[in-house]
Nanobody
Framework: QVQLVEFGGGLAQAGGSLRLSCAASGRTFSAYAMAWFRQAPGKEREFVAA????????YYADSVKGRFTMSRDNGKNTVYLQMNSLKPEDMAVYYC?????????????????????WGQGTQVTVST
């Protein structure tokens, strides 16, 4: 059974940095895309960033563009989220997600329903 496990959450000061990792474990893992979402208390889960395999495209929410960078290591089945210039509004539980089925033509990186595999989440706290 394939699982996604996130690492790297914790406490950072505003203006600081954190790096999240998401590793896929299991005998076989194949994904068409992976993404990061986040959910703050009392708010809906929101899109942060995604990488689409095949067309090698990376997508970001406007709120994190220029500050966050998503990357991947195919050999390790791992994706990363480098978060710089953290703001208090970045504080949330961050979830890793994967699309393991062939995306439709209207695939949207920010749509939760596109992703069928989710990690358990890791807390990111930003202090002022």
């Amino acid at each position: 059974q394939v699982q996604l496990v996130e690492f790297g959450g914790g406490l950072a000061q505003a203006g600081g940095s954190l790096r999240l990792s998401c590793a896929a474990s299991g005998r076989t893992f194949s994904a068409y895309a992976m993404a990061w979402f986040r959910q703050a208390p009392g708010k809906e889960r929101e899109f942060v960033a995604a990488i689409r395999w095949g067309i090698s495209s990376t997508y970001y929410a406007d709120s994190v563009k220029g500050r966050f960078t998503m990357s991947r290591d195919n050999g390790k089945n791992t994706v990363y989220l480098q978060m710089n210039s953290l703001k208090p509004e970045d504080m949330a539980v961050y979830y890793c997600a994967a699309t393991t089925f062939l995306p439709a033509n209207n695939w949207s990186p920010s749509r939760l329903a596109e992703y069928d595999l989710w990690g358990q989440g890791t807390q990111v706290t930003v202090s002022t």
